[in-house]
């Protein structure tokens, strides 16, 4: 990888940290994985219970959303986790989803890509932003790992590794690196990065694709990999949800870390890693 | 680079929480509008063609040992379809019912349930995967639809199978809430295609689609109409129902289900 190019101004001191096609390929990414998200809640509202195995046990789902009618006729939402209860009434189960009453409905509407009820809907923007995510990351990873950039940026060291520690102790005291420590990025989010760009985007794709009775088909190794369809569709939910707490953290630290350098650097590229006292 | 102005980080945050906030309202709008819908069904023909691709015509769905068969199979849409007609064929166990092969073809077939058995039949164990996200396993038992529609002689202009059905989701004036459905003909002839008529080594229960339902097993289950009449070769349609290829099609499902 080249050096990366700094500069001074007025004692101020920034590095040109992400081209313009890393900063582009976010965004892009970002936008995809809400829409995601939110069709995919919608499509999960079909039938909101998770299996292992190949196929559904329906008398003993593995976690599902509920509705149940009380002795006095009103409405609660529930969520069952292996055999532990829940009581979600106004969120999970039954909501008022923007009408007046309660309804039974696993997502509230708020969540929910479109907000009514529409599974086929539902579908045709979960596939077409499928599509989206999976070219804008294969350009990613093409700049990334051709350009040298992930082995430069995201490839932890040994003496790293051994410090990890210590950063997640600094990390809960909000500790951050500041200055010239923040040239680079600290063994936490090199992890986080590798883990959700390696780990939890390709595991979303290769679940998803098990679900497809045609690609099934075609790789039913891939099918067995996972153990069955109905474990691929549980284990997208929870890679799914990895990426949810992934994104709120990831959120938090640029508020914790400095919203404006940390936006300025994801939105123009230059991040400022000094400051000269006047 | 005045980046750590309180006034303007707070600017920057009101404006971003009020973007989100407009952008959720607007979800809707989008979502219900037309030329996005259209836009976003690109993907659909993008899924088809990759996926017949990648598949070949006869690449089989996995197919599973006995001791797979799932004992909660679930019955889907009509479990019991209420018309005159059909409530007779139940009656006096199908003897007078008779499928229709017609449309398109060089010699129209009439076919009872008995000699729809003495057809190429073959059994299967395979996975029926709903639109909804569950999966259940049966053994299925039928007449493979490629050497009937062979014998049938397919005219060179049929571009698909239309299978029309006993069952009515939607009460309607002209018909457009009776399930029907269309497949391609490279799914037609695929080996594992059937006009089953037994499940789990019994004749097909009327809650699975007795007499006979269609198993397309690389698609999902809204594809495999349940009791189906009669089938007509066509090379079109976009006038059947509205168009769109099938009852749930009509209602804005994928007209291609292998995924």
């Known amino acids: 990888m080249t050096e990366v190019r700094e500069r001074t101004a007025k004692g101020v001191t920034a590095i040109y940290r992400h081209p313009l096609l890393v900063r582009a390929t976010h965004w892009v990414n970002a936008l995809c994985l809400l829409v995601l998200l939110l069709s995919g809640l919608q499509i999960l509202n079909a039938h909101p219970a998770f299996y292992w195995g190949e196929v559904s046990h329906f008398d003993r789902p593995f976690a599902a959303i509920e509705a149940t009618t009380a002795a006095n006729g009103d409405l609660h939402g529930q969520l069952m986790v292996a055999g532990a209860k829940l009581d979600t009434t106004g969120v999970l189960g039954a909501s008022k989803s923007g009408g007046d009453q309660l309804q039974a409905r696993a997502f509230p509407s708020w969540i929910t890509l479109p907000g009514y009820l529409d599974l086929g809907a539902g579908r045709r923007w979960h596939f077409a932003f499928a599509w989206a995510l999976v070219i804008n990351g294969l350009v990613y990873l093409g700049f990334a790992l051709g350009s040298g950039r992930t082995q430069a940026m995201l490839k932890p060291t040994r003496e790293e590794l051994r410090g990890l520690g210590a950063a997640v102790l600094d990390h809960l005291r909000l500790r951050f690196a500041h200055g010239e420590d923040a040239r680079n990025y600290n063994i936490l989010q090199k992890l986080a990065y590798l883990a959700v760009i390696f780990g939890l985007l390709p595991l979303m794709l290769l679940t998803g694709l098990v679900m497809s009775p045609a690609m099934y088909a075609r790789l039913p190794i891939l099918g067995e990999l996972f153990g069955g369809r109905q474990s691929a569709r549980t284990i997208h939910f929870l890679a799914a949800s990895g990426l949810v707490s992934f994104v709120f953290v990831h959120v938090a630290m640029v508020i914790a870390a400095g919203p404006v350098n940390e936006m300025r650097s994801i939105l123009t590229g230059w991040f400022v890693i000094r400051r000269e006292k006047p | ?259």
Not at chain 2, 39 to 44: D, H, M, N, W, Y
Not at chain 2, 94 to 101: G, H, M, N, S, T
Not at chain 2, 223 to 248: C, H, N, P, T
Request: proline share 5%; aromatic share 8%; hydrophobic share 40%.
């Open chain 2, 1 to 259: 680079m005045s980046g750590s102005d309180p006034t303007r980080r707070l600017l920057l945050g009101g404006a971003l929480t009020g973007a989100a906030g407009a952008s959720l309202a607007g979800c809707d709008k989008l979502a219900a509008s037309p030329a996005v819908n259209e836009r976003l069904g690109a993907a659909e023909g993008l899924n088809f063609h990759v996926q017949r691709l990648l598949l070949g015509r006869n690449a089989l769905a996995r197919e599973y040992p006995p001791s797979a068969i799932a004992p909660d199979f679930r019955a889907n849409g009509t479990t019991n379809p209420d018309s005159e007609d059909y409530q007779q064929h139940v009656a006096d166990g199908f003897k007078a019912w008779r499928l229709e092969i017609g449309g398109l073809v060089e010699r129209p077939l009439s076919l009872s349930l008995d000699e729809l058995r003495q057809a190429p039949a073959r059994s299967q164990i395979t996975r029926h995967d709903c639109v909804e996200g569950w999966s259940s396993i049966a053994k299925w038992k039928g007449a493979r639809l490629g050497p009937l529609l062979d014998r049938a002689g397919v005219k060179p202009q049929a571009k698909y199978v239309a299978f029309f059905c006993a069952d009515t989701l939607e009460l309607t004036l002209d018909g457009t809430g009776d399930y029907y459905e269309t497949i391609d003909l490279a799914d037609a002839h695929h080996p594992q295609t059937l006009l089953a008529y037994e499940m789990n080594d019994q004749p097909l229960p009327v809650a699975h689609g007795a007499p006979i339902r269609l198993r397309l097993e690389r698609q999902l289950g809204y594809k495999m109409a349940k009791y189906v009449m009669r089938i007509e070769l066509i090379d079109s349609f976009a006038k059947l129902g509205q168009g769109k290829g099938g009852y749930w099609e009509d209602r804005g499902y994928q007209w291609y289900a292998g995924i």
